[in-house]
C-alpha cells in the first residue's frame, strides 16, 4: 500500500468513534505493510518507520509484548498528528502514543504534546519521578483533556493503566503511589 493511502486511512482515525475507530484501528493492523521486527516477537512495523526515535519505540513496544500485546508501530506520514502504536490484546484494539520520560519535569509537557494525537498515551518512564507529581500531572492531563481515555505508564516491568474515572476517586493519590512505588 502506498503511503498516501495509509495515511489517508490515520486520518480517518480523528473523525471516527466507538466501534467505527475500533474497526479502523483493526482494519490498519491487518494491512501488509507491516512486517515483524526482525529479532522480535508479536512487534511489527510499518514498512519504512525505522525513524530517528525507532530505538525508543521498540523499547516500549518490548514491554507491552510482555503484558500480552501484539505491536503495531505505526508509519509518521507526513502532515497527519499520528500515534505511535497500535496493541492488540485478546482481540481488543488500541492506539498510543508513546511519551518518554528521561527527565525530572518532562512528565507534563509531555503529556500535553499528545492532545489531538489520540485518546490514550503511553508513558514509558526511564528515570525516577516522584509519583504524587506524576499523579497531579495525569489528573491535569485528564482535566484538559477530555477526550483522553487512558493514560499507561510503563516503569521497568510494571504496567500501572490509569483511566479518567480512577482520577476522579478521592483517594487516587493513595492508590496511586501504592502501585508506582510497588
Known amino acids: 500500500m502506498p503511503e498516501n493511502d495509509i495515511a ?23 494491512y501488509n505493510i507491516f512486517k515483524v521486527v526482525e529479532n522480535e516477537r508479536d512487534i511489527f512495523a510499518a514498512e519504512g518507520s525505522h525513524r ?23 508509519p509518521n506520514p507526513k502532515g497527519i498528528r499520528t500515534a505511535d502504536f497500535i496493541f492488540e490484546n485478546r482481540g ?29 498515551t503511553l508513558l ?9 507529581l506524576m499523579a497531579k500531572q495525569i ?3 485528564f482535566y484538559d483533556n477530555p477526550n483522553a481515555l487512558e493514560v499507561l505508564i510503563f516503569k521497568g516491568r510494571k504496567m500501572i493503566s490509569v483511566f ?10 493513595v492508590t496511586f503511589r501504592r502501585q508506582y512505588e510497588k
Not at 514509558?124 to 504524587?132: C, G
Not at 479518567?164 to 493519590?173: E, G, I, V
Request: no cysteine; glycine share 4%; proline share 3%.
Open 139 to 141: 489528573m491535569k492531563y
Open 92 to 120: 481488543v484494539y488500541k492506539m498510543y502514543d508513546l511519551k518518554t520520560i528521561s527527565g525530572k519535569t518532562s512528565l507534563s509537557n509531555r503529556l500535553m504534546e499528545s492532545i489531538g494525537q489520540t485518546n490514550r
Open 124 to 132: 514509558n518512564v526511564r528515570t525516577q519521578y516522584d509519583p504524587r
Open 164 to 173: 479518567r474515572r480512577w482520577t476522579d476517586s478521592p483517594d487516587f493519590y
Open 8 to 30: 489517508l486511512e490515520l486520518a480517518r482515525l480523528h473523525i471516527l468513534q466507538g466501534a467505527d475507530f475500533v474497526r479502523q484501528l483493526k482494519m490498519l493492523a491487518q
Open 52 to 74: 530517528d526515535d525507532f530505538p525508543l519505540l521498540l523499547d516500549a513496544a518490548r514491554k507491552a509484548v510482555v503484558h500480552g500485546n501484539k505491536v503495531y508501530i505505526l
